[in-house]
C-alpha cells in the first residue's frame, strides 16, 4: 500500500469509491439491503502454531447492513468522511483525523469513531490512511544526527544535534535524507527525551532519538520506519519497566491491532529491546521505595500480553522478561535510575545497556563500543560536508550488514 | 353451559338459535320480542328461528346459578315450540328443576300442514318470562347483535344466490309460523340495492309494551348488503370484512358509516392472520382468525376517549363470547415492539379484552377481532391465538408501506436521509461524468445534475426505507445474515487504556465493542 505514487494512487482510489458507491447503489435498486464487507486484520492472537498471524491475510469479515441500528450509524459515519475523503482527493488537499471530526461533530460524537470509520475507508480500499489525504497531528520529537527535507522545509537536525524537532507529519514528502548516525534510539517518555537532550547525549554519541510521547502515532512510526528503511540503522528502544511500556515497546516492533490491516507497513522488526528490565532493579541497585507494586490491572494485562502468538515465535526472551517482571510483581519507571545522578541514565545506564546488548552474544562483534570508540567525542557537526555524510551513511550501511541480533530477541 | 344471570340467560338462547340458523341451509331469520306491561315488572321473552330444528340437550344441559341470579327474577317455565318436518312439538322446561332429566315435559304435538309451512320446514320458539328493566335487557340484546354482524355469518356452506326481490318475499314466507311479527318486519326490511342478495340471517330486535299502541322500539341486523363478499368468501374474509362495517360505523351503531371520521376509504387498514391446528386424534383442527384494523384519525372527535386503547372482539364457534383465558396470555406474549408498539397492559373487561399501549401515535386507532372455531367443542389455544394474531400484524406490515414497523425498524430508517445525503453527495461531487450517468440510471432518473440534489436524495432515501420496510416484514430467521463471521470476535487483548488525542497506535485502543 506504501509507496504508491501520490496521482495515480488517488485516481485509483477515487475508482474505487466510484465502484463502492455504485455497489451500493446497484443493490438498493434491485431492493437489497448493501452488504459492506470489511475484512478484519489482526497481528496476534492467542495460538502459538506457527505462522499464525504472520501472513497479514484477514482472518474474517465484518458485515455491515441496515438490519443493527449500530451498523447503520457505521455506515452513515463510513460515508461521511468517504464523501470528504473523495473531496480530500479531487481536489489534492489534506485534513486531519480532528479537522473531519468537527464537520460533522454531533454524529461522530467521538474523535474514536472518526478513527474508525478512516480505518475501515483504508481496509476497504486498500490503502493506508496518508493516501487517503488524512493526516495526524504530528506528536512525536526526533534529535540527533539526521538532517532531511520535507516539501520545501529543511529539517537539519545535525546542525544542533540535541535540540527536539517534531516528527514531520507528511512522512510520504520526506526527501534527501542524510545522516551519521550509528544507530536509532526509541525512548518511550518525552521526559526521558528531555532529559538525555539535557545531558547532550546525542553530542556523545552519534544516534537519532525518537520518542513518540506514550503509544507513537502514525506518523512516527512511518517516520522510524523510513530511517530504519533508508539508513538501515540497528534500533534500540527504552521503555518503562512495566506493562504499558511493554505494550508500547511491542506496538513499535510489532504493530496495533487497531491498525493491523497496515501493519506490515508501519512495525519495525529490527527493533532490540534496550532496557528497563525487571533484573535492572538489582543490577543497579534501586531502592525499594522506586520499585511499585503491580495492580491487578497490571497483572491482568501482563498475563493477557503473555498470551500474545509473536512474544511466544519471535521474541520467546521478551516474553520470559515479562513473566519475570510478573513473577516478581514489581514494576518502576526509567526515571527511577536517576535515583543514583541525574545523567545516570545517558552517562551509565543507556551505555551500558548498549554493551550488555552486544556483548552477551560473544560471537557478534560489540557493536556499540566500536560506534563508541569510533565516533565519541563527536567532530563539530559544522565540519562535515555532505561527502563526508555519506561517507559516514555508507559506513554505516556496512556496518549493519553485520548480523546484529539481540540477545533478547 | 353456566348461566349467570337472566341477561345471559337469554343472550345463550339467542346465541342458539343464530347456530342453527347458520347451520340451516336455507335464508334464516332470528327474531326476538321483548313484552311488557307497565302493571307488572314482568318481561315476556321470545326468541324464534327458522334455523335448523334444536336439539333437546342443548336446554337441558343448561346449568343455571341459582343463587347468582335468584329465581324470582325468572318464572317457572320456558316453554317451546319445535317444528319438525311434519309435526309441531312443545315442551315446557321447569327451571327451577335441579335434576336435568326431570327439566323437560313434552306436552301433545300438533301435526304439520304441509301448505302452509312449506317454506319453513324447520323452527324453534323459545318463550320465558323474566323480572328485569326493559332497557338494560334491550342493550345487552343490542351488543349482543352488533357483535354478531361482524361474523357476517353465511346460512351455510351450501347456500345459493337468490334475487334480492325474491328474497324479500322469501322472507315474508318463512314469518308466517310467527304471525304476530310479520308486519313489523316488513315495515323495517327495506333494500335498495338491486341485484343478488346473499342469504344470511337476517335478525330483528322488537320490544313491544301491551299498554301501549305499536312499537316502543325496533331494530333489523343485516350484515352490509355493500359488502364485497360472495358465497364462496372463507370466514376469515367475512370476519374482515365485518369488522371493517364495524370500525366504519363505530362499533356497528351508526346505520352508515360515520362521514365525519372516514372522509376516505383509504383511512381504515385491515389485515388478517389464520392459524390452524392439525386434526388429530386428540380431537379436531382448531382454527384461529385474527383481524387487525387500523384507523388513521387525524381530527376524530368520536375516538377522543379510546386513544392509547385497542378493543379485542372474541368469537368462539359464531358466536361472541368472554376473553379466554390463552387469549390474555397471547395478547401479553406478543413481541409487539417488533411492531414498533410499546404494551402497557391487557385488561379482561368480561366481553373483551382491552389493550392498552404506551404512547400510540394520537391519529392511529387499532381494532382487533378473534374468532376461535372448530366443529367440536373446544377450549381455544393460546398459541395459535398468538400465532393468529401475529400473522394478522405481518399481513398488515406487508400490505401498508411505513406501518407496523418495528422501533428497530423506525430507528434504521431514521438513518435514511443522512445516508441518502451522503451517497447523493458522493454523486454529484464527483467529476466523472460517466459515473453519474450510471448511477442516475440505477436511480432511474434522468441526469441528476439536471434533476438537483434533493430528487437525487429523496430517490436514495425512498430506496434506503423500503429496503429496511422490507427487511423488517421478514421474520427474523430469514433476516440478513449474521453481521460477524469471524473465527475469533472478541478482541485478545481487551484491556483499556487511557490514550492521547491523537494516539494511532497501541492495542489497548482496540476497545471497538465490536
Known sequence: MEGIRSNACSRDLLR?????????LE??????????????????????????????KPNGHEILTFQKESHVHRIDVLLRVLLIVQQLLQENKHASKRDIYYMHP??????????????????????????????SVGNGLVMGWLRFFEAERKFDCIKSPNTAHTIPVLVEDVKDLVSVAHYILIVEKESVFQRLANDKFCSKNRCIVITGRGYPDVSTRRFLRLLVDKLCLPVYCLVDC???????????????????????????????WLGAFPSDSENYNLPQQCLLPLTLEDKRRTEAMLQRCYLHQEVPGWRSELELMLQRGTKFEIEALSVHSLSFLSEVYIPSAAACQTSATPKLPIKMSIVGSLFSPLSPPSFLTSLSLHFLLFLSSNQRQSPQLSPLS | MDISSVQKLCIHLISSAYQRCRLSEDLCRLSVVLESTQATPIIRVSISDTGTGSCLEEFQDLKYNREGIGTEKWGKWMVMVCISDNKIYHYHLNLRESVSSRMLTRLPSIPKNDAKFRQVPHGTEVCLSISDTIDALHTEIKCFFRKMLILMIPVSSTATL???NLYAEHMVQILSPFTYLIQHFILTLTFDRVGFFFKCVAAELVIKQEDSPGLLCENVFLPNECSPLNFSSS??????????????????????????????????????????????????GLIVEAVIAISELAESPCFRSCRNRTEVLHFKDFSPCSVPVASLGALTSIDWRSYGLTLRGVVDQADQALIEWESLPPDLRIDMAIHCYRKHKHQPDRHLIKKAVKLALDDFKGKYSGFLLSAHAVKVCSYAPDLASSIAGMILSSNDS???????SLLGLMQPQEIGRQTVEDRIKGMIISVIETNDRKPEKNKEAAPLLFEDDHPQDPEPIPHSEDYEGGDDVFSFSD
Open chain 1, 242 to 272: 512495566d506493562p504499558y511500556g511493554f505494550d508500547i515497546l511491542a506496538t513499535y516492533r510489532f504493530g496495533s491491532m487497531q491498525m493491523a490491516y497496515d501493519a506490515k507497513f508501519l512495525r519495525v522488526p529490527q527493533i532490540q
Open chain 2, 235 to 284: 370466514n376469515v374474509e367475512r370476519l374482515k370484512s365485518g369488522l371493517e362495517e364495524y370500525v366504519l360505523k363505530h362499533g356497528n351503531i351508526l346505520n352508515n358509516k360515520c362521514d365525519s371520521c372516514f372522509s376516505s376509504r383509504e383511512q381504515l387498514k385491515l389485515s388478517s392472520g389464520v392459524a390452524c391446528s392439525m386434526e388429530s386424534q386428540r380431537g379436531p
Open chain 1, 16 to 24: 474505487k469509491i466510484k465502484e463502492f458507491t455504485l455497489s451500493i
Open chain 1, 106 to 135: 454531533l454524529v461522530f460524537s467521538d474523535q474514536t469513531v472518526v478513527d474508525r470509520a478512516i480505518n475501515d475507508i483504508c481496509i476497504l480500499l486498500q490503502c493506508s490512511r496518508h493516501n487517503l489525504n488524512v493526516v
Open chain 2, 434 to 440: 460517466e459515473f453519474q450517468s450510471k448511477c442516475a
Open chain 1, 27 to 56: 443493490d438498493l435498486s434491485e431492493g437489497r439491503s448493501p452488504l459492506i464487507f470489511i475484512p478484519r486484520f489482526r497481528i496476534y492472537c492467542t495460538n502459538f502454531d506457527s505462522n499464525c498471524c504472520s501472513c497479514n
Open chain 2, 162 to 164: 337468490m334475487p334480492y
